[in-house]
């Protein structure tokens, strides 16, 4: 059961709508237990104090302090309403400095979504950049498939994603981060093969080590072949670009994998890419946000650094 005290409280609250100033003011004369003093602290005037005290008195219907030669004293209802507004003011003024560190990127997060090969080979470098300019903001990244990644998105479980393009989907909005242009890699096993040209018939003769089927980067390369009226089976399938490269360096077949992901092991003599008459195009990589969600302030922060590197 409430007191008469409390519910008049609730009432005045909910129904009148104190002005919250005046809690920090009864805060302070019940500190000072003198409206001079709560005023100076408050770099008011003593009327202020004093006219907010009353206007608080006649809302309640109750005394809040003994008025005394030498200042003021809480009444008993007065100690029993300072119970309740110390802690909610202390509360608040956290809360108001939390916005503020959200605000100024001193707290916060962002969540970000991609495949481990895109997390590795494009977004590490600026999330180390990000990170460097804002120690204080966490950042979660979820890995996955694209199709998995566009999910989380729309489902609100991440801010952003890194996504294989073409995406056709009203949900999001996505701009274009990078190009990639693709190849077929091979160990010294194979490596007289890099020596001519070939057909993308001869290129699907040869043994394969492939992403597993559901990956964007599979998807595309058996429409490419498919496009040639031809089909590939890998021998190997494989979740991770670090694989498939390991993979076909040590000669257990061709590997489909984005020239600049493997471009030192082809400088270092490790890989070796193969030319062919009719290359597959390049593909794009997009940044993709919901279109209908306002993104948190760091969200927002690293996107703009992005379209600034970018």
């Given at each position: 059961?409430?007191?008469?005290?409390q519910?008049?409280?609730?009432?005045?609250?909910?129904?009148?709508?104190?002005?919250?100033?005046w809690?920090?003011?009864?805060?302070?004369?019940?500190?000072?237990?003198?409206?001079?003093?709560?005023?100076?602290?408050?770099?008011?005037?003593?009327?202020?104090?004093?006219?907010?005290?009353?206007?608080?008195e006649?809302?309640?219907?109750l005394?809040?302090f003994?008025?005394?030669?030498?200042?003021?004293?809480?009444?008993?209802?007065?100690?029993?309403?300072?119970?309740?507004?110390e802690?909610?003011?202390?509360?608040?003024?956290?809360?108001?400095k939390?916005?503020?560190?959200?605000?100024?990127?001193?707290e916060?997060?962002?969540?970000?979504?991609?495949?481990?090969?895109?997390?590795?080979?494009?977004?590490?470098?600026?999330?180390?950049a990000?990170?460097?300019q804002?120690?204080?903001?966490?950042?979660?990244?979820?890995?996955?498939?694209?199709?998995?990644?566009?999910?989380?998105?729309?489902?609100?479980?991440?801010?952003?994603?890194?996504?294989?393009?073409?995406?056709?989907?009203?949900?999001?909005?996505?701009?274009?981060?990078?190009?990639?242009?693709?190849?077929?890699v091979?160990?010294?096993?194979?490596?007289?093969?890099?020596?001519?040209?070939?057909?993308?018939?001869?290129?699907a003769?040869?043994?394969f080590?492939?992403?597993?089927?559901?990956?964007?980067?599979?998807?595309?390369?058996?429409?490419?072949?498919?496009?040639?009226?031809?089909s590939v089976?890998?021998?190997?399938e494989?979740?991770?670009?670090?694989?498939l490269?390991?993979?076909?360096?040590?000669?257990?077949?061709?590997?489909?994998?984005?020239?600049?992901?493997?471009?030192?092991?082809?400088?270092?003599?490790?890989?070796?890419?193969?030319?062919?008459?009719?290359?597959?195009?390049?593909?794009?990589?997009?940044?993709?946000?919901?279109?209908?969600?306002r993104?948190?302030?760091?969200?927002?922060?690293?996107?703009?650094?992005l379209?600034?590197?970018?």
């Amino acid at each position: 059961m409430k007191s008469h005290f409390q519910q008049t409280v609730i009432e005045v609250i909910y129904i009148k709508f104190f002005n919250l100033e005046w809690y920090r003011i009864f805060l302070y004369t019940a500190r000072y237990k003198n409206l001079t003093k709560a005023a100076n602290e408050l770099h008011i005037t003593q009327p202020s104090v004093s006219y907010a005290i009353k206007q608080m008195e006649d809302s309640l219907g109750l005394k809040l302090f003994h008025r005394l030669s030498k200042g003021v004293e809480l009444t008993e209802e007065g100690r029993a309403l300072l119970e309740y507004v110390e802690p909610s003011l202390v509360m608040l003024d956290s809360a108001q400095k939390h916005l503020h560190d959200l605000k100024q990127l001193n707290e916060g997060e962002v969540r970000i979504g991609a495949s481990d090969s895109l997390i590795k080979n494009l977004l590490l470098p600026q999330l180390n950049a990000f990170h460097k300019q804002y120690p204080g903001i966490r950042i979660r990244l979820s890995h996955g498939k694209t199709h998995e990644i566009t999910k989380r998105l729309k489902e609100g479980e991440i801010d952003c994603a890194l996504v294989h393009m073409p995406i056709d989907d009203p949900q999001l909005s996505i701009q274009t981060l990078a190009t990639l242009e693709d190849c077929f890699v091979v160990g010294r096993a194979f490596q007289e093969l890099a020596n001519r040209s070939l057909t993308a018939k001869e290129l699907a003769e040869l043994p394969f080590i492939l992403l597993s089927p559901e990956s964007s980067t599979r998807l595309f390369v058996d429409h490419w072949f498919a496009g040639k009226r031809l089909s590939v089976k890998p021998d190997i399938e494989l979740g991770s670009i670090d694989l498939l490269s390991e993979f076909a360096r040590l000669g257990y077949g061709v590997a489909f994998i984005s020239r600049s992901f493997v471009i030192e092991e082809i400088q270092k003599g490790e890989l070796f890419e193969l030319q062919l008459d009719d290359p597959p195009p390049p593909r794009n990589i997009g940044f993709a946000i919901h279109r209908d969600m306002r993104l948190s302030v760091a969200a927002d922060s690293f996107i703009r650094m992005l379209r600034i590197l970018d």
